[in-house]
């Protein structure tokens, strides 16, 4: 029943083009603002809110879990890909830019991880 899931992909890409529009028209933007993204927070809310719960319990719901899971990695390749491709266009201290902001995040990730996981020490005295 991945019918269901691409259904539910198309309504929730086709509202968020249209959001992303209007935004871009309203913020005098010849573009698509945030449609994409718009899209994907859709999809994410529809396939864990309650309405969809019954749809997301039987056959059906392989179909809603396999496009909410495949969606967003598709979605962060392709703006990657337009993020480089502008990058390039624009020189070499965008390219600084892209590559810094990369070496930052890839050194957050210890902190990061630490934030999320207790002290050793409160481990250590839970457990007496």
């Not at 892209?98 to 957050?108: E, I, P, T, Y």
Request: aromatic share 8%; charged share 10%.
């Amino acid at each position: 029943m991945i019918v269901y899931g691409v259904a539910l992909l198309s309504v929730c890409l086709i509202l968020g083009m249209l959001i992303g529009e209007t935004l871009g028209v309203l913020l005098g933007v010849d573009a698509n603002v945030g449609g994409v993204g718009i899209a994907m927070l859709f999809l994410v809310f529809a396939s864990n809110s309650d309405i969809f719960k019954s749809l997301t319990e039987d056959a059906a719901g392989s179909g809603i879990k396999f496009w909410s899971a495949m969606y967003i990695p598709i979605v962060v390749a392709m703006a990657a890909r337009q993020n480089v491709a502008a990058a390039v266009d624009g020189g070499l201290l965008a390219l600084f830019a892209g590559v810094a902001a990369v070496v930052v995040s890839f050194a957050l990730v210890p902190v990061l991880s630490k934030l999320g996981n207790p002290p050793e020490s409160l481990d250590k005295e839970g457990a007496n």
